[in-house]
């Protein structure tokens, strides 16, 4: 038979990132390519124990159909957590959903008609481009600085290119590791105020600041924007659970659009983290992700500052579990993923990060999944390759 599938599935790419982890999947590989949390941060013990509590004092509600919205006392446990950090987010204005990238899809869903302009940062999160690229829209891009987006060239876009939406990753961002000063996210709320763009604000690291000071949501300056959040980086990934907040019209959308895909999250997931976050130490275990992925982050920027040759930069991200590598002009990262691979090493070269006219000598490098000898030796046999196309 000859399938006759959906024209839209032929303009998404197949994750670019998932072809390079089946190159990687070789457990000789040092890979610095996944996106992985890093295991040893996962509450087994714990989960395990609320788990079976869960399931004694509540089974017949936990593995029960539930509301589209999600669970109460989790949805409060979000607002609860937002009003710690001066955002004002009602329990009603949260909707529980299969990770952060459920809460995508759905903003695609709901906003976007084919041919709708979108606004991205540049580079940008590839799976976001994925997401929104399956509702067939028109990408654009805007610089990403040292310290958040360029925010005239951003104030130029919206007048140019009047976006459906604008969608940003201000805390250590995916794949640079960037994250906005706190003068970078008034002035971005101050540009899209009275703009009928949505700004779509993903913050799936948002708690994995391990130095510097912590800056609050752009939601904070900009009420009517969506801010989409995880328990995956929290908790655990495999779980499946993260969360989106919006205004309540857009709100009433998202719920729609959540039924008609997938009626809810699943509850028995929902009531396990919402007990474990209520009931156990989750400062201790968040202080332990971060303590963990500083060290791997100062070690793998040390020593790529050491060994890598001077006219390659990297960023120096505060939090999150990428940084950034610039390779001089006119270098191929993706040459250089081809002899890095025979040295056994692995990256993703950074060209499929960009919505538009990618930059090919870029590459992100994942640093919370590997241990310090792995990033020793990782490290040091990329140095080896970059010199080696250098010549
Ligand atoms: C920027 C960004 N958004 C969303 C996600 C999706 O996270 P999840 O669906 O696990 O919450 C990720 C995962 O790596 C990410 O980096």
Known sequence: ?????????????????????????????????????????????????????VLEESGAQALQYSTTEGYYPLREWVSNRYQSKGVKVDPEEVLVTNGSQQGLDLVGK??????????????????????????????????????????????EALHEFDPKLFYAVPNFQNPTGISYSLKRRKEVARVLTGSNTVFVEDNPYGEIRFMGEDYPPVKAFLEESVLLGSFSKIVSPGIRLGWITAPAEVMDKLVTAKQASDLHSSLLSQM???????????????????????????????????????????????GGMFLWVTLP????????????????????PGQAFYAEEPQYNTLRMNFSNSSAEKIETGIKRLARSIRELEK
């Open 110 to 155: 709901i906003f976007l008609n084919q041919e709708d302009p979108v606004l991205v940062e540049r580079p940008t999160y590839l799976a976001a481009l994925q997401s929104f690229g399956l509702y067939e829209p028109v990408f654009y891009s805007v610089p990403l600085e040292e310290d958040g987006v360029d925010v005239n060239r951003l104030e």
């Open 329 to 348: 002009e006119g270098m191929s990262s993706l040459e250089l993923f081809e002899m890095a691979l025979k040295e056994q090493v692995a990256f993703v």
């Open 272 to 318: 396990i983290v919402h007990r474990y976050l209520s009931e156990y130490p989750v400062e201790a275990h968040l202080e332990k992700i971060r303590s963990m992925y500083k060290s791997q982050r100062d070690l793998m920027v040390s020593l790529i500052q050491e060994e890598f040759p001077d006219d390659v930069q990297c960023t120096e991200p505060e």
């Open 1 to 53: 038979m000859k399938y006759e599938f959906a024209a839209r599935m032929g303009k998404v790419p197949r994750s670019f990132i998932r072809e390079i982890l089946k190159v990687t999947e070789d457990p000789e590989i040092i890979s610095f390519a996944g996106g992985l949390p890093n295991p040893e941060s996962f509450p087994y013990h714990d989960i395990k124990e609320v788990a079976v509590q």
